[in-house]
């Protein structure tokens, strides 16, 4: 059995590099991954803590994380193609202002 300290170990390097791509990449498509990569991490984390302790509550956290999540990517991913079509870029620093 592999102990739970190998997952939190996992699960922070995945938040890690999620919460780094966030702060030095300026491609929105790139952050959206990113920001779903800490998603996940903390996902990892609730399984792992839920696991170890034998109870459920976790689980059932992480589903609901991941139906909002899934919500999230749809609603994400549409906006992220309309800021592509109206700007032609996907670059933060370019379509920072709000005028369209």
């Known amino acids: 059995m592999i102990p739970v300290q190998h997952y939190l170990v996992l699960a922070a390097g995945l938040f890690s590099i999620g919460a780094?791509?966030?702060?030095?990449k300026r491609n929105v498509l790139t952050m959206f991954m990113c920001i779903e990569l800490m998603?996940?991490?903390v996902?990892?984390?609730f399984v792992a803590f839920s696991r170890h302790l034998g109870?459920?509550?976790g689980q059932i956290f992480v589903f609901f994380v991941m139906?909002?999540?899934?919500a999230e990517a749809a609603v994400g991913l549409a906006i992220i193609v309309?800021?592509?079509?109206?700007?032609?870029?996907?670059?933060?620093d370019e379509a920072?202002?709000?005028?369209w």
């Open 43 to 45: 996902n990892l984390t």
């Open 82 to 92: 309309a800021l592509y079509r109206n700007r032609e870029t996907l670059n933060v």
């Open 55 to 57: 109870r459920i509550d």
């Open 39 to 41: 998603l996940n991490a």
């Open 96 to 99: 920072s202002s709000m005028k």
């Open 67 to 70: 139906t909002v999540a899934a």
């Open 20 to 24: 780094i791509g966030v702060l030095v």
